[in-house]
């Protein structure tokens, strides 16, 4: 299995531009988490879906963070209008049944907004 | 709510040492326990975990029990590598009901640097 794969791994952008980070989830799996971790903050969960429905958002800082699950096989993240204050690295994870079950991680795509 | 507390890091050790981080929690059921292990640029990796009182988890030469009386959940190895330099964050996850199903709660991480 290909594990969870995540694009771009670095994105550099300027602030007020759109940012959209990609997750495809391991095949199979029911669950799909959106973390966000910073040096200041350790790693927050900002969302996550259950068969592509949103359960949780609670985590999501602001308006301008916005998820989305089309299908089971792919799921973003979009920031707009980015901040320099959203730079960090935002990891997916997916797991497959109930909460107990292992979350395996994506590499992550550390975001830089200048 | 719910919550894991780890031991304040960085840990500094030498090779062959033992280790020991700490690691407790707060919860309102009955968590499964984990810890992950992030290498330097990588995502996090499942290192070991216990789904209920007194089990133990151990991968790699790592262990950890699960012990409900203490609420705690510390991470063990006999003798560390320059290889087993990384950071690692201890998590519990609650079974079925409430908004927290599904969810992992993350300690804070704690760097561990092994020299030769």
């Known amino acids: 299995d290909a594990g969870v794969i995540q694009s771009p791994r670095h994105e550099v952008t300027e602030m007020g531009q759109e940012v959209t980070l990609r997750c495809k989830p391991i095949?199979?799996?029911?669950?799909l988490f959106w973390y966000r971790q910073t040096m200041m903050r350790g790693l927050e969960l900002l969302i996550y879906f259950n068969n592509n429905v949103p359960i949780d958002d609670s985590g999501m800082p602001e308006d301008r963070f916005s998820a989305k699950m089309p299908n089971a096989s792919f799921s973003t993240l979009k920031i707009q209008p980015s901040e320099p204050r959203d730079s960090a690295v935002y990891f997916c994870?997916?797991?497959?049944?109930?909460?107990?079950?292992?979350?395996?991680f994506g590499p992550g795509t550390r975001l830089t907004v200048l | 709510g719910d919550s894991v507390t780890q031991m304040e890091g960085p840990v500094t050790l030498s090779e062959e040492a033992f280790l020991t981080i700490n690691c407790t929690y707060t919860?309102?059921?009955?968590?499964?326990l984990f810890w992950y292990v992030q290498y330097p640029g990588e995502g996090l990796q499942l290192l070991l975990k216990a789904t209920k009182a007194d089990d133990k988890g151990s991968n790699k030469g790592f262990e950890a029990t699960y012990r409900k009386e203490t609420t705690s959940f510390h991470l063990e190895k006999g003798s560390v590598q320059v290889s087993d330099s990384a950071v690692y964050f201890c998590?519990?996850?609650?079974?079925?009901?409430?908004?927290?199903?599904?969810?992992?709660?993350f300690g804070q991480g704690t760097i561990l640097t092994v020299h030769p």
């Open positions: 994870a997916s797991s497959l049944g109930q909460g107990k079950n292992t979350q395996y």
């Open positions: 095949s199979g799996h029911d669950y």
């Open positions: 919860a309102t059921g009955y968590p499964s």
């Open positions: 998590a519990l996850s609650l079974g079925a009901g409430g908004t927290s199903y599904g969810k992992l709660t």
